[in-house]
C-alpha cells in the first residue's frame, strides 16, 4: 500500500530538548516537504526537498533543520525546540504536483 | 509572500445543493492549482487540480480557473453530509514550493 508514514504521532516536550519527527515514503517520490498547520494560518510549508541531498527553506524555516541522505525518509528536527513551535506537523510526498500526506504529527512544546 | 486566500466561512449548504468554493491567489506566475479536503483531526487529501483556463470536471467535483483574474473555485454537487469538511487551495508557482490557503468550512446540512 501507498503510504507515508510520520512518527510519533502525538509528543509532548519541554522547551530546548532535541527532538526528531521522522517520515517515511514507499512511493519512491522524489520531491518531499514538511508543514505545520496552526489555527487561521493554515498549512504552511517548512522546508523541501528535490532529491536526495537537496534541500531548501519554505516560508517558515526558522527553528527547523532536515536532511535527505536517502530517497524515501526526510526527517524533521528541532534542535532547541519552543513553545511557538507548537503544532500539527505533516510530511507530504509530491509526484506531479499532487501530495501525499503523511497522518500528521501533534507536537506540545512547554 | 505568496497568499492564497479563501473565506474561512462556515458556509453551510442543505443536502442535494451545490457547494461553491471560491479562491484567490497572488503570484501571477502560479501554474498549478490543487483543491485539497481534510476532513477533522485528518490529513489533507486531493480532491482534484486544474493547470488550464476552464472548467475541469471530476465526478461531483468541478473546477474552473481564470489565471486573469488569479481565480479559482470548486463546485461540489449533490452535496451530501459526508463533504462537510475543511476545503483547502493549494498552489504551486514559478519556483518549487506550494502554498495552500487556510481553508473553507464546509457543512452540509441534512
Known amino acids: 500500500e501507498a503510504q507515508v508514514t510520520q512518527n510519533p504521532r502525538y509528543l509532548i516536550t519541554v522547551t530546548g530538548k532535541k527532538l526528531t519527527v521522522t517520515c517515511s515514503q514507499n512511493?519512491?517520490?522524489?520531491?518531499m516537504s514538511w508543514y505545520r498547520q496552526d489555527p487561521g494560518l493554515g498549512l504552511r510549508q517548512i522546508y523541501y526537498?528535490?532529491?536526495?541531498?537537496?534541500?531548501d527553506k519554505g516560508d517558515v524555516p526558522e527553528g527547523y533543520k532536515v536532511s535527505r541522505k536517502e530517497k524515501r525518509n526526510f526527517p524533521l528536527i528541532l534542535e532547541s525546540p519552543s513553545p511557538n513551535q507548537t503544532s500539527l506537523y505533516f510530511c507530504?510526498?509530491?509526484?506531479?504536483?499532487?501530495?501525499?500526506f503523511g497522518p500528521g504529527t501533534r507536537l506540545l512544546v512547554l | 509572500q505568496k497568499e492564497v486566500e479563501q473565506n474561512s466561512g462556515p458556509l453551510s449548504v442543505p443536502e442535494g445543493a451545490i457547494a461553491s468554493l471560491n479562491c484567490t491567489y497572488s503570484?501571477?506566475?502560479?501554474?498549478?492549482f490543487f483543491w485539497y479536503r481534510q476532513y477533522s483531526g485528518k490529513s489533507p487529501e486531493l480532491i482534484m487540480f486544474?493547470?488550464?483556463?476552464g472548467d475541469k470536471e471530476d465526478g461531483k467535483f468541478t473546477a474552473q480557473l481564470n489565471k486573469a483574474s488569479q481565480y479559482v473555485s470548486l463546485l461540489i454537487r449533490d452535496s451530501q453530509p459526508s463533504d462537510s469538511a475543511t476545503y483547502l487551495c493549494?498552489?504551486?508557482?514559478?519556483?518549487?514550493?506550494?502554498?495552500f490557503g487556510t481553508g473553507t468550512s464546509l457543512t452540509v446540512i441534512p
Open positions: 526537498s528535490m532529491n536526495v541531498e537537496v534541500t
Open positions: 503570484d501571477r506566475g502560479s501554474q498549478s
Open positions: 512511493m519512491n517520490h522524489e520531491y
Open positions: 507530504a510526498s509530491t509526484l506531479g504536483g499532487t501530495q501525499y
Open positions: 486544474i493547470y488550464s483556463n
Open positions: 493549494a498552489v504551486s508557482g514559478t519556483g518549487n514550493q506550494f502554498y
